[in-house]
Nanobody, 123 residues
């Protein structure tokens, strides 16, 4: 089991940057592939980015590709989401998630969730 805590959200102007952090409370952080998801008002939760347990494999949604970058520091039990060139449509609650499958990388199975952090991008 793992507990996740996101931080780093806030209010920024379009074109600005934010770096989200997700601190994992676990003694086995490297057991988990990790992901970032977001949910805008009135919308379903959507995939943003995911990263393998080692950090060797990364994937980003088309909507954020080239602007966002997921990374992890296993020594710090932390996953990051660097967000650049932010757009108003990026406004959402961003959630960190950990994969419950004992695999290096997975498309599904992100069953442990943080509380979310609000990102608001103004025009």
């Amino acid at each position: 089991q793992v507990q996740l805590a996101e931080s780093g959200g806030g209010l920024v102007q379009a074109g600005g940057s934010l770096r989200l952090s997700c601190a994992a409370s676990t003694r086995t952080f490297t057991d988990y592939a990790m992901g970032w998801f977001r949910q805008a008002p009135g919308k379903e939760r959507e995939f943003v980015a995911r990263i393998s347990r080692s950090g060797a494999i990364r994937a980003h949604a088309d909507s954020v590709k080239g602007r966002f970058a997921i990374s992890r520091d296993n020594a710090k039990n932390t996953v990051y989401l660097q967000m650049n060139s932010l757009k108003p449509e990026d406004t959402a609650v961003y959630y960190c998630a950990a994969n419950s499958d004992a695999v290096e990388y997975a498309l599904t199975g992100y069953n442990y969730w943080g509380q979310g952090t609000q990102v608001t991008v103004s025009s």
